[in-house]
């Protein structure tokens, strides 16, 4: 499936993942291949992306490597929806 990362700046990540898990409002939630349509407040916490994960030099920094192995964007709040196998996470 496919996955984008969206600030307020810039587009942070944009690539193809095998999974993505997210800080919902009621408790944290994986999102993968062919998942049912779904759009979701985000509560702080961190997204964290499952896959083969090729970040820009540009925003490499403000992920970090969770305990689990996985590259994690720290978040305050933010908006996620899946549909047609796209992804979208919009961050603040």
């Known amino acids: ?6 600030s307020p700046e810039a587009t942070l990540f944009s690539g193809d993942v095998t999974s993505v898990t997210v800080p919902g409002v009621n408790g944290e939630f994986q999102v993968l291949d062919n998942h049912a349509p779904i759009v979701s407040l985000l509560q702080q916490g961190n997204v964290k992306i499952g896959g083969e994960v090729n970040l ?3 925003y490499a920094l403000k992920f970090i490597k969770s305990a689990d192995g996985k590259m994690a964007l720290p978040i305050s709040s933010g908006t996620m929806e899946m549909r047609d196998n796209k992804v979208i996470v919009l961050v603040d």
Request: cysteine-free.
């Open 1 to 6: 499936m496919h996955l984008e990362i969206v």
């Open 56 to 58: 820009s030099e540009e």
